[in-house]
């Protein structure tokens, strides 16, 4: 059984996270741990190699508070404006209002022109950017 690198009230990583406490574990050697944010204060529950390597620097108000800056929402979803652009026989006319889409997921969904059929049709964003 090795020893244990990070031990609570450690700071891991270059980014000032304080480890509260390790958590468990998942195989094959993947620890979790409780950190303390440097930015805000709140507890928040990763990876510790993830802090270790600074790909989790904070809870997520750093990437609030950057998408604040930059004008744009925190979201993983992100929203592009398509209008005019063509995908196949579909031409983007504009963004469908709220009635259309309602029957989709949370996403955008944008109101197209088929060049096939002459048919106007509502397509996600998803869909259109797989091909489906």
Known sequence: MGTFKYYPGD??????????????????????????????????ITRIDAVKTGKTKSCGCLHSEQAKING???????????NGQIFGYLEILEEADDSHKKSYRNGSVWKCLCHKCGKICYVSQDCLRKGT
């Open 72 to 82: 744009r929402k925190a979201s993983k979803t992100t929203k592009h404006n398509l």
């Open 11 to 44: 700071i891991v990583g270059d980014y000032n996270v304080k480890l509260l406490d390790r958590l468990y574990k998942k195989e094959p050697r993947t620890w979790y741990g409780k950190f303390e944010c440097p930015y805000c204060g709140k507890s928040f």
